[in-house]
T-cell receptor, first 107, second 113 residues
Framework: QKEVEQNSGPLSVPEGAIASLNCTYS??????FFWYRQYSGKSPELIMS????GDKEDGRFTAQLNKASQYVSLLIRDSQPSDSATYLC???????FGAGTRLTVKP | KAGVTQTPRYLIKTRGQQVTLSCSPI?????VSWYQQTPGQGLQFLFE???????NKGNFPGRFSGRQFSNSRSEMNVSTLELGDSALYLC????????????FGPGTRLTVT
């Protein structure tokens, strides 16, 4: 069983819309969660970390964590074409990554 | 602060050869993790080193090995290369003792022919 699961997508949203990316994890021991963005041909870049239940906002990005449901999500408000990338979810337990969700924001 | 550096950036090897990749973490970071990324398998964890000790290991054959030096620099070695070892090899550093946030280097693109 995979430890971190993401919808593989691809996900396509129009410019200005909200993009919603989801991730579930299987190991209840995991305490911290991370979202990375990876542009094609580049290495992953950390964009958000979240440790407590609830929401954490950083600019246009909001991470949501629900430990009871073992679910973490990333919302991107006012999506821009420059947000087009693959988004990877990771849990701190051995830093396993999900397969990633490819997001395309169409102008 | 300088970021994570990896050398070489690109490498072409022949099946059966061995290869050594190098990673220098962010100054002050004592944890270095290695990942293999392929289009079909995504980002797969190889191993993590912290203070010169291997802390975690993924599900890779023994041909994949690593080590960490006292200055936290790390090397990864792959022996008896196979065609399927062609991938982007990424290393990431973390302070580990205060945060699990990892910062990735640019990667080494290995092609096995």
């Amino acid at each position: 069983q995979k430890e971190v699961e993401q919808n593989s997508g691809p996900l396509s949203v129009p410019e200005g819309a909200i993009a919603s990316l989801n991730c579930t994890y299987s190991d209840r021991v995991s305490q911290s969660f991370f979202w990375y963005r990876q542009y094609s041909g580049k290495s992953p870049e950390l964009i958000m970390s979240i440790y407590s239940n609830g929401d954490k906002e950083d600019g246009r990005f909001t991470a949501q964590l629900n430990k009871a449901s073992q679910y973490v999500s990333l919302l991107i408000r006012d999506s821009q074409p420059s947000d087009s990338a693959t988004y990877l979810c990771a849990a701190n337990n051995d830093m396993r990554f999900g397969a990633g969700t490819r997001l395309t924001v169409k102008p | 602060k300088a970021g994570v550096t990896q050398t070489p950036r690109y490498l072409i090897k022949t099946r059966g050869q061995q290869v050594t990749l190098s990673c220098s973490p962010i100054s002050g970071h004592r944890s270095v993790s290695w990942y293999q990324q392929t289009p079909g398998q995504g980002l797969q964890f190889l191993f993590e080193y912290f203070s010169e000790t291997q802390r975690n290991k993924g599900n890779f054959p023994g041909r994949f090995s690593g080590r960490q030096f006292s200055n936290s620099r790390s090397e990864m070695n792959v022996s008896t290369l196979e065609l399927g070892d062609s991938a982007l090899y990424l290393c990431a550093s973390s302070s580990r003792d205060t945060s699990y946030e990892q910062y990735f280097g640019p990667g080494t693109r290995l092609t096995v022919t």
